[in-house]
């Protein structure tokens, strides 16, 4: 499966975006998708995922994300967006996505779960 990361920007604090990762040559919902960030001079960190349709598309969030940030999937568009509320100044990163169709026990929050990542979509938030 290909993938293409898109929608990254700038924004004040406060404000919102969403980003999308559109999959191409196998159908998304079959895969465990997920959003990771990575910061200059840090470690791609985990964001969100949602488990295939298999798994029944549960979702799970960082902590630091967990109440702003939204995770969701459109079958139909073979997409899945993360949309970002109350954005910080902390949030900003190039945000990358990851898919798996590997069943991994546990919470699926290590950049190693996933085989298949996208480019990457820079967002940036200005305090």
């Known amino acids: 499966v290909q993938l293409q990361a898109s929608g990254g920007g700038s924004v004040q604090a406060g404000g919102s975006l969403r980003v999308s990762c559109t999959a191409s040559g196998r159908t998304l919902s079959r895969y465990t998708t997920a959003w990771f960030r990575q910061a200059p001079g840090k470690e791609r960190e985990f964001v969100a995922n949602?488990?295939?349709?298999?798994?029944?598309?549960?979702?799970a969030y960082d902590d630091s994300v967990k109440g702003r940030f939204t995770i969701s999937r459109d079958n139909a568009k073979n997409t899945v967006y993360l949309q970002m509320n109350s954005l910080k100044f902390e949030d900003t990163a190039v945000y990358y996505c990851?898919?798996?169709?590997?069943?991994?026990?546990?919470?699926?929050?290590?950049?190693?779960?996933?085989?298949?990542w996208g480019q990457g979509t820079q967002v940036t938030v200005s305090s």
């Open positions: 949602i488990r295939r349709s298999l798994s029944s598309s549960t979702t």
């Open positions: 990851g898919a798996t169709e590997r069943h991994v026990a546990g919470p699926m929050t290590r950049a190693d779960d996933y085989s298949y």
